[in-house]
Each structure stands twice: as C-alpha cells, then as structure tokens.
C-alpha cells in the first residue's frame, strides 16, 4: 500500500520549519513521499502574497533539490485560483486510486483552522491529517473534533524537533536588513537575494 504525504502552504518563502515538519512526517508515519505543494492562492491570504506563484515554485524546488523523497508540485498553479485543498486531495486520489493512504500535513494554526475550510468533511474523507505541533502549542482535538466531527479520528500527532520559524517573521527581517541565513536552505536564500524578494 502507497503511503504518500502532501504538504500545502503558501511558501512565501519556504523555509527550514517547512521541511523539518515533512521529514519528520516521512520518518514517523512511514511515508514513500512527500509532494510539496505550493498555493496559487492561499484562500485566507488573498492578496497577501509578497512573492509571486512563479518564485514560490522556484524556491520550492530549490529547496527539496537533492532529497528524492520531496517532490515538489505545481499542481494548484495549474488551476484558476484560490487553491482550495479538497481539489489537490481529488486530483493525488485520482491519481493514486483508492488503495494509497494520503497524510495532509498540517501546522497547529492550518488545523485549528481547518474545519472552515471549503469541503473541510470531505478533506478528511480523502485525506488523513499529519498534525504537527508549533512550539508551545498543541492543538485541542476534542474541541477540533466537534467543529469538525470525524476530525479526531483522522488525525495523526507527529512530534519532532520544533523550529521558531515564520514566513512572516523571514520577510521582515528581509526587509529590514537582518540575516535570515540558517533559516532558509542556502539555495532559496540565494534565489531572494537574485530577485529582491521582500525587500519592502
Ligand atoms: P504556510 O504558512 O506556507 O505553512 C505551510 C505549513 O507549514 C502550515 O501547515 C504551517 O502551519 C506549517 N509551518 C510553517 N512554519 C512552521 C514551523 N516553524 N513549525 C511547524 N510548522 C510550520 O502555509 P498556509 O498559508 O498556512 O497554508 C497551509 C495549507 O493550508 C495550504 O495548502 C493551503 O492551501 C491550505 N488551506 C486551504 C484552505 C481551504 O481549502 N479552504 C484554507 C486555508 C489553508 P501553521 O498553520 O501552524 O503555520
């Protein structure tokens, strides 16, 4: 049986939190691979993006360049936006037929979130949830699961190093000038210097 993880977010930028959370999604549950998926446009961030589809994809794939296990994918940029995530899940279980097993990994704030979601029922009847924690958070799934009956139960913890990193906090540092290096895989750093990404 195919056990595959997709990790979804805006990526703006991709950084070393990002990927901390899918190898330890990979070692934990087992999985084959993990597809990283980039939103054209995060529903709840319409007109927040800084860095444009093109360049999330680009520090996308430079960041899972060298690990055979992260596939990188365009997959909602080739959609008319938003990117809704019940449309990712139909598209990888088209794709995958019915015997693979699929972890949406998400973050402590994407799942507290989740039951607002567009087909949020349907998102966990194609999907299990890899839930990984934020430091010094930890999601409360009673109360998740009764926004979102069946949540619980499609839920996996994963547990793991955990890094202080935000996109947010990477763009104003950016912008201010401070070193964001160690923060964010060389080459992507190297890929925000070249276009001048978050710069103001
Ligand atoms: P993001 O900010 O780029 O983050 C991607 C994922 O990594 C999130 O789950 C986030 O969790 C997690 N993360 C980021 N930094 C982390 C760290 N240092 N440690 C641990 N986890 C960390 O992406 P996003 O904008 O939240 O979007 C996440 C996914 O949800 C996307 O695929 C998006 O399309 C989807 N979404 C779908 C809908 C919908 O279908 N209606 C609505 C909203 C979002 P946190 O949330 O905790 O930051």
């Not at 596939?71 to 794709?95: A, C, H, M």
């Not at 994963?158 to 990193?165: A, F, Y």
């Amino acid at each position: 049986m195919q056990r595959i993880g997709i990790l979804g977010g805006t990526f703006d930028p991709i950084h070393y939190g990002h990927l901390v959370i899918a190898e330890e999604a990979r070692w934990t549950l087992g999985l084959a691979q993990i597809y990283v998926v980039p939103a054209a446009q995060q529903p709840f961030k319409q007109g927040q993006q800084r860095a444009n589809p093109a360049q999330r994809m680009e520090m996308v794939e430079r960041a899972c360049a060298g690990n055979s296990a992260l596939v990188p994918s365009d997959v909602e940029l080739r959609r008319t936006p938003p990117s809704y995530t019940i449309d990712t899940l139909q598209d990888f279980r088209n794709r995958l037929g019915d015997s693979a097993t699929i972890w949406f990994i998400v973050g402590g704030d994407a799942l507290e979130s989740l039951p607002h979601w567009h087909a949020a029922a349907e998102i966990i009847s194609l999907a299990r949830l890899a839930a990984v924690g934020r430091p010094g958070s930890a999601p409360d799934l009673t109360w998740l699961d009764a926004a979102l009956p069946g949540l619980a139960n499609s839920t996996d913890r994963v547990t793991g190093p955990q890094l202080d990193i935000s996109s947010t906090a990477l763009r104003r540092r950016v912008a201010a000038g401070q070193p964001i290096r160690y923060q964010v895989p060389e080459a992507v750093l190297t890929y925000i210097v070249e276009q001048r990404l978050y710069q103001t």
